[in-house]
């Protein structure tokens, strides 16, 4: 017989403020700045700050999109 377990899905916030997420602004070929986050794999918190870091990632993306088509988020017709 399987144990039924119900919760939220959500991860808590890191309530101490402490994460491994490091953020750079660096240049890239063109001279353009863009935003570097790196994780420590060895991090108490690792899957805090990866949700963290893609969470981020995914709301850049949408920002893109929405600016270059006008939606942020859109599935490519298959032809």
């Keep these: 017989m399987a144990k039924v377990v119900v919760r939220s ?7 101490s403020g402490k994460t491994s997420v490091t953020e750079k602004r660096v ?8 935003t570097l986050r790196t994780l420590d794999v060895g991090s108490r918190t690792f899957g805090a700050d990866l ?21 942020a988020d859109i599935a490519v017709s298959k032809r």
């Excluded at 240049?27 to 863009?34: M, S, T």
């Design 27 to 34: 240049r890239d070929r063109a001279g353009q700045l863009k």
């Design 51 to 71: 949700q963290y870091v893609f969470g981020k990632n995914v709301a850049k993306a949408r920002r893109d999109n929405k600016r270059v088509i006008g939606v």
């Design 9 to 15: 899905l959500k991860i808590k916030p890191n309530t």
